[in-house]
Every structure is written in structure tokens, then in C-alpha cells.
């Protein structure tokens, strides 16, 4: 999803129609106790480490500020999720729990920390919940707003999420809301008016701003075929904050974009040392596969297993990461159960997806081309969206919308994993040999 800092004094206003107006405002006033205390913003690419330290510092002056403990939950949980270490879950809880026990009525910012707890344990409908009640309480609080906006869309409730957004841009203009719209238009294929919106919210922003929204620039870019623009957004976002973790991320998929496999190698051999978590696993795995090293491979697909095993221990629902590793990589069976578990929560397209490719690898192609429709509805340029769904069309002997649905996922995103384009490519050479 979309991170940016939270800084006062930048207003990022989307009209409804997507125009972007740009306006210097001053903090919204607050009658909580400690305004002077940073606040955490799920997703928002706040420096943590600065975030957490000034809390903890509060806290040893002012140990029953509970809006102080709510926001050192949700900087707890921003920890465990860019990190990996499932601990700060436990930590978070353990902040929000002393927030309710100073302040057990009307305590909005504890609310927005649990709802932040549930989303990043992707419990989507009790996130939903929690930040709803908090605004209930303040309808103005940015946390719940974002953490809202968040859940609407993991819940594949597309049009509700669109609602959201433009409330959350009128109560609270900002980076976050912001990069949230970004999102919002690049899940609907709209990469021009995603772009432009990241590109404003650079150019006002702090430095923690700018590297996280050049970053996400820079994957829209290179979904774009345009690698050397790619470069330099990512060039700027790591002189504005170096060794920014999502610029490696970005760095790993334009290099695999540009054909620097073995350089690839390393820079995703430095982000999974950092964040382990099961997608950047299973890229270097993929990456390490397609290269003829099949046994590093299989050592990072042992890791993946282990870190689900692991976030799984921690409350954390990990049925869509699980889903679709063990259908490329595992038990379809598992695959399968996994997705449809995860269906029964939440309809977004990308559980979708998941449902549908198990669905694919379990041989029940009928039903996995009702489901990868869904997936594909809102135009997102997802590359493996269009790929499965080809793969899908292709076994049911539907060979020219596989064709055209293949080669749309291709053509999508040249950073694409290169053993998942291996696969594609190879369903297309079989479909092209039929003709």
C-alpha cells in the first residue's frame, strides 16, 4: 500500500474529479493532551525508529499520556510490518492495552491503533470496525481515516473506498490521503493520474515524503516501460533518505526490469537480510530459480515457510501469501484451502487472483475463469492478474483470449519475476504452436 510522513503544513486537496490543488494549511486543532507527540500513520513511510524514540521519551516524562501509548502501538506495528520481526505485534498490543487502561472512554487514538493491530493482521472487517468507531468519537483523526480507506479496499469494497478517499481529503489533506488516491487510480489502470498525484505530493512533501512517493513513482514508471525515468525518481528518494528499504525493493524489481539478473541477486539478497517477508522471498526465489540455482532457490522458498509459520504464530492471517506460494511452489491442495479461507473474508481482486490460480493448479478451470474475471475487473495492472487469467482461458482451449490476455500481462511489467514470465511465455509458445 501507500506510506508518506505525516507533516504539517502540506495539504494535498483531490477534488472528486482527481484535479490536485496544493495548499499550505496549519494542523487541525486537537484537544488531546499530548498534540506535540509525533503521530503514526499506518503505511505512511514515517521514519519509525525517530517516531518510536521521541514516544519512548514521552512516555518516560509522561508515563500515562494514552495517546502517547496508542501511537507507540501503531509505530509498533509499522516495525514488525517493515521488519519482519512478528515481536512488535505483541509490543503493540501491549501499548494499546495501557492506552485503554488510562483512558477507557472516548479514546480515539487507541481505537486507531487497534484498527492499525487488525490491518496489519489482516483482519480487514475489524479493522473497518475499530476505525469507525474511533471516528465516531473524531471524525477528523487521520489514523482511522487512512486505516478506513485501507481496510474498504482489502474488503474489495472499490466503491466505498472511493467514498472514504474524498472524506478523508476533505477532513484531512495530506501525504497519506494523498498516496492512498495514488493507489486508488493505479489499481483502476489510471497510471498517468496515479503518477501525477505522487508527483505533487513529492514536490511539497519532507524528505521521508519524497523518497517514499519518488518510490512508488518509480514502479508506476517502470510498470510503464519507462526504466531511465524509473532510475532517477529512485535516485532522488535514496539521496533524500538513503537506504530507504522500498527504494531496494523498487531497485531489485528495475534491475530484473533492465536484464541485471546476477545484480538483482544482490540487492534482493539485501532486502529479504532486512524484511523477510514471504513476496520478497519468493522473488529471490523465483530470481535464483530462473538462473539454474535451484537448490538457493528451494532455500528461500524453506524460508518463506518458515516466516509464514512464523506470522502465522504472531495472529497475523497469511492465507493470501500462503495461497499463492504453495500454488507455484508447494501443495495445490494447501493452495487451495488457503485461498478459499481467505475468500470467505475479503473479495478484493487480488484474493481473487489467488482463489483463481488455485483454483487453475487444483484443474478446475471453469470455476477459476468466474473468479480470475473478477480479478481483472477494475483494469489493474497487475501482471500476474493477466497472466493467470490467460494461463486459465489457455487450458480451456479459449486460445485467442489467452493470447491476448498473456501478452497483455507481459507487456504489464517489465520487473516482473522472470521464472513467472518463463511460465507465460512458455503457455504462449504452446498456444502459438496450435495455430
Same mark, same amino acid.
Given at each position: 500500500?501507500?506510506? *508518506?510522513?505525516?507533516?504539517?503544513?502540506?495539504?494535498?486537496?483531490?477534488?472528486?474529479?482527481?484535479?490536485?490543488?496544493?495548499?499550505?494549511?496549519?494542523?487541525?486543532?486537537?484537544?488531546?493532551?499530548?498534540?506535540?507527540?509525533?503521530?503514526?500513520?499506518?503505511?505512511?513511510?514515517?521514519? =519509525?525508529?525517530?517516531?518510536?524514540?521521541?514516544?519512548?521519551?514521552?512516555?518516560?516524562?509522561?508515563?500515562?499520556?494514552?495517546?502517547?501509548?496508542?501511537?507507540?502501538?501503531?509505530?509498533?506495528?509499522?516495525?514488525?510490518?517493515? &521488519?519482519?520481526?512478528?515481536?512488535?505485534?505483541?509490543?503493540?498490543?501491549?501499548?494499546?492495552?495501557?492506552?485503554? +487502561?488510562?483512558?477507557?472512554?472516548?479514546?480515539?487514538?487507541?481505537?486507531?491503533?487497534?484498527?492499525?493491530?487488525?490491518?496489519?493482521?489482516?483482519?480487514?472487517?475489524?479493522?473497518?470496525?475499530?476505525?469507525?468507531?474511533?471516528?465516531?468519537?473524531?471524525?477528523?483523526?487521520?489514523?482511522?481515516?487512512?486505516?478506513?480507506?485501507?481496510?474498504?479496499?482489502?474488503?474489495?469494497?472499490?466503491?466505498?473506498?472511493? @467514498?472514504?478517499?474524498?472524506?478523508?481529503?476533505?477532513?484531512?489533506?495530506?501525504?497519506?490521503?494523498?498516496?492512498?488516491? *495514488?493507489?486508488?487510480?493505479?489499481?483502476?489502470?489510471?497510471?498517468?493520474?496515479?503518477?501525477?498525484?505522487?508527483?505533487?505530493?513529492?514536490?511539497?512533501?519532507?524528505?521521508?515524503? @519524497?523518497?517514499?512517493?519518488?518510490?512508488?513513482?518509480?514502479?508506476?514508471?517502470? @510498470?510503464?516501460?519507462?526504466?531511465?525515468?524509473?532510475?532517477?525518481?529512485?535516485?532522488?528518494?535514496?539521496?533524500?533518505?538513503?537506504?530507504?528499504?522500498?527504494?531496494?525493493?523498487?531497485?531489485?524489481?528495475?534491475?530484473?526490469?533492465?536484464?541485471?539478473?546476477?545484480?538483482?541477486?544482490?540487492?534482493?539478497?539485501?532486502?529479504?537480510?532486512?524484511?523477510?517477508?514471504?513476496?520478497? =522471498?519468493?522473488?529471490?526465489?523465483?530470481?535464483?530459480?530462473?538462473?539454474?540455482?535451484?537448490?538457493?532457490?528451494?532455500?528461500?522458498?524453506?524460508?518463506?515457510?518458515?516466516?509464514?509459520?512464523?506470522? +502465522?504464530?504472531?495472529?497475523?492471517?497469511?492465507?493470501?501469501?500462503?495461497?499463492?506460494?504453495?500454488?507455484?511452489?508447494?501443495?495445490?491442495?494447501?493452495?487451495?484451502?488457503?485461498?478459499?479461507?481467505?475468500?470467505?473474508?475479503?473479495?478484493?481482486?487480488?484474493?481473487?487472483?489467488?482463489?483463481?490460480?488455485?483454483?487453475?493448479?487444483?484443474?478446475?478451470?471453469?470455476?477459476?475463469?468466474?473468479?480470475?474475471?473478477?480479478?481483472?475487473?477494475?483494469? *489493474?495492472?497487475?501482471? @500476474?492478474?493477466?497472466?493467470?487469467?490467460?494461463?486459465?482461458?489457455?487450458?480451456?482451449?479459449?486460445?485467442?483470449?489467452?493470447?491476448?490476455?498473456?501478452?497483455?500481462?507481459?507487456?504489464?511489467?517489465?520487473?516482473?519475476?522472470?521464472?513467472?514470465?518463463?511460465?507465460?511465455?512458455?503457455?504462449?509458445?504452446?498456444?502459438?504452436? &496450435?495455430?
Amino acid at each position: 500500500m501507500r506510506k *508518506s510522513l505525516i507533516v504539517i503544513g502540506v495539504g494535498l486537496v483531490l477534488a472528486v474529479s482527481g484535479g490536485i490543488g496544493v495548499a499550505t494549511t496549519s494542523s487541525p486543532s486537537t484537544s488531546t493532551p499530548a498534540a506535540a507527540v509525533p503521530r503514526v500513520v499506518p503505511d505512511s513511510g514515517q521514519d =519509525l525508529e525517530a517516531s518510536i524514540a521521541a514516544l519512548q521519551d514521552t512516555l518516560r516524562r509522561v508515563p500515562a499520556d494514552h495517546v502517547s501509548w496508542a501511537n507507540l502501538a501503531v509505530a509498533y506495528v509499522e516495525q514488525a510490518r517493515v &521488519t519482519g520481526n512478528a515481536t512488535y505485534y505483541e509490543k503493540a498490543d501491549e501499548a494499546a492495552a495501557r492506552s485503554f +487502561d488510562l483512558e477507557p472512554d472516548d479514546n480515539f487514538t487507541a481505537l486507531a491503533a487497534r484498527a492499525a493491530i487488525s490491518a496489519a493482521r489482516h483482519d480487514f472487517t475489524d479493522a473497518l470496525t475499530s476505525a469507525d468507531e474511533a471516528l465516531a468519537i473524531n471524525p477528523r483523526d487521520l489514523g482511522a481515516l487512512a486505516v478506513r480507506v485501507d481496510a474498504l479496499n482489502e474488503l474489495g469494497r472499490y466503491d466505498d473506498q472511493l @467514498k472514504a478517499l474524498r472524506t478523508a481529503d476533505r477532513l484531512q489533506p495530506s501525504t497519506a490521503v494523498a498516496t492512498r488516491y *495514488s493507489y486508488a487510480y493505479e489499481l483502476r489502470g489510471d497510471l498517468d493520474r496515479a503518477l501525477d498525484i505522487l508527483r505533487r505530493a513529492a514536490a511539497v512533501g519532507s524528505r521521508a515524503d @519524497k523518497a517514499y512517493t519518488l518510490t512508488l513513482a518509480a514502479d508506476i514508471e517502470r @510498470k510503464l516501460g519507462r526504466l531511465p525515468a524509473a532510475a532517477r525518481d529512485l535516485e532522488i528518494a535514496q539521496q533524500a533518505v538513503p537506504d530507504h528499504l522500498a527504494a531496494l525493493v523498487s531497485t531489485a524489481r528495475l534491475q530484473v526490469a533492465r536484464g541485471e539478473l546476477e545484480e538483482a541477486v544482490t540487492t534482493w539478497q539485501d532486502v529479504v537480510a532486512r524484511q523477510p517477508l514471504p513476496e520478497y =522471498l519468493t522473488e529471490l526465489g523465483e530470481l535464483l530459480e530462473h538462473l539454474g540455482r535451484p537448490d538457493e532457490a528451494e532455500a528461500q522458498f524453506a524460508v518463506v515457510r518458515t516466516t509464514i509459520e512464523l506470522l +502465522d504464530a504472531s495472529g497475523v492471517r497469511t492465507d493470501l501469501e500462503t495461497a499463492l506460494f504453495e500454488a507455484d511452489h508447494g501443495s495445490p491442495e494447501r493452495a487451495l484451502s488457503q485461498a478459499r479461507a481467505e475468500w470467505r473474508q475479503r473479495t478484493s481482486v487480488h484474493v481473487a487472483d489467488a482463489l483463481a490460480w488455485a483454483l487453475h493448479r487444483n484443474g478446475r478451470d471453469r470455476e477459476a475463469l468466474t473468479i480470475a474475471r473478477r480479478a481483472t475487473a477494475l483494469g *489493474s495492472p497487475e501482471a @500476474k492478474f493477466w497472466i493467470h487469467r490467460g494461463t486459465i482461458e489457455a487450458a480451456l482451449g479459449m486460445t485467442d483470449d489467452a493470447r491476448t490476455h498473456l501478452r497483455r500481462g507481459l507487456a504489464t511489467d517489465p520487473g516482473l519475476s522472470p521464472w513467472q514470465r518463463d511460465e507465460a511465455r512458455t503457455t504462449l509458445r504452446e498456444i502459438e504452436g &496450435t495455430r
